[in-house]
């Protein structure tokens, strides 16, 4: 398992994100500059850059062709796989063991569970699985797939390269008539005995994978299960040991959940902190038994607002990468915050997340 080493290189000092912004926002005609990116391994081109012809002299013409411009991604996505296996022929895995992970007062049943691959199903931290029950619908088709944030590192739970590892709710509800209704494919999980099969569809997605650089900062924002993807980004920072990646930088996790019950994989998280306090930082936002010093409910963007001048200047670094995984309304509280901060440095913060959004620095999974 290699991760490729990328140069970010300022062209100038006007070009970074927050620039771009500011001067978006004091001339809206004006067009936006941002960071260029050097690779050490460039992988992509862009297609059809037309030709130039250049006059030498009244007798004689030279074309050049225009220097295609490559575009190289700040993440770890090479030789990254995606829909190796689909839904007409799916991987069949075993479960290997299945945890509750909440406590006995939690509202709800959230479990870890880790599946076989024997190394068929390459995935890299930050992608997703997608998932086929057993059994028929309604109608006597197959259960459509449920894509799942895959929680282990790459190398699996085992460091073996031969299982995924997935963190899921129990989905339980009452409906409109009153009756109660369990999600099919959460259930069937949460249900699911060792050596039992399950279908296994992908792996897919490359919005969530880590920054290739060793050095930058990741801040992390996830509510309940929206941990999944960054308990695999810190199991490969702190956890493991690997040739061509040693984590130097700045992570920061603000978990957000509903009671004490309910904090997924605290004692791995407490553990980590305590091995690399210089570089974890981990914030708890417990909903229904914390307040801020207002008595608001500690929600996830409550707690950050507790350090938002820290994390403003944070965003202002042009090695900084924010991924945010849970609940789709989050992000708006997270705006809230940054609003007005962007607005005493002259910046539209709209304009800059669309900025930081380009430059794969701002990366968002919402459900």
């Not at 059994?135 to 699996?156: F, Q, T, V, W």
């Amino acid at each position: 398992m290699a991760a490729v080493t990328a140069a970010a290189v300022s062209l100038s000092s006007s070009s970074s994100p927050a620039a771009a912004a500011k001067a978006k926002a004091a001339s809206p005609s004006s067009p936006c500059s941002h960071l260029q990116f050097l690779s050490l391994y460039p992988r992509r081109r862009r297609h059809g850059a037309r030709a130039v012809r250049v006059q030498v002299s009244s007798t004689e013409t030279a074309e050049s062709e225009a220097v295609k411009k490559e575009k190289v991604s700040k993440k770890q996505d090479e030789g990254v796989v995606t829909n190796k296996y689909r839904p007409k022929e799916p991987y069949i895995g075993r479960c290997l063991s299945n945890t509750r992970i909440t406590g006995d007062d939690a509202p709800g049943e959230t479990w870890h569970m880790v599946f076989s691959t024997e190394g068929e199903v390459p995935y890299r931290e930050g992608q997703s699985i997608g998932i086929i029950a057993d059994g028929e619908d309604k109608n006597g088709k197959p259960h459509k797939l449920r894509l799942y944030s895959i929680a282990s590192s790459a190398l699996g739970d085992f460091g073996d390269s031969k299982t995924v590892s997935l963190c899921v709710k129990r989905l339980v509800y009452t409906n409109d008539q009153g009756e109660i209704v369990k999600g099919v494919c959460s259930n069937f999980l949460c249900d699911l005995k060792p050596s039992a099969e399950v279908k296994i569809t992908g792996p897919v997605g490359k919005e969530m994978l880590m920054p290739k650089d060793p050095n930058a900062t990741i801040i992390m924002l996830a509510t309940g299960t929206g941990i999944a993807p960054f308990r695999s980004f810190l199991w490969k920072m702190f956890f493991e040991e690997h040739e061509d990646y040693k984590y130097t930088g700045l992570a920061w996790l603000f978990l957000g959940v509903p009671t004490s019950d309910t904090l997924l994989y605290k004692e791995e998280l407490e553990k980590m902190k305590e091995m690399a306090p210089e570089n974890f930082r981990l914030d708890f936002a417990v909903s229904r038994e914390q307040t801020n010093a207002a008595g608001e409910k500690m929600y996830i963007q409550t707690r950050m607002a507790e350090y938002k001048e820290e994390l403003w200047e944070l965003l202002k670094k042009d090695n900084t990468y924010v991924y945010m995984c849970g609940l789709k309304g989050m992000e708006k509280g997270i705006d809230d915050i940054m609003v007005d901060l962007a607005a005493k440095d002259g910046i539209d913060w709209m304009e800059y997340k669309k900025q930081l959004k380009k430059g794969e620095q701002w990366n968002v999974e919402v459900y």
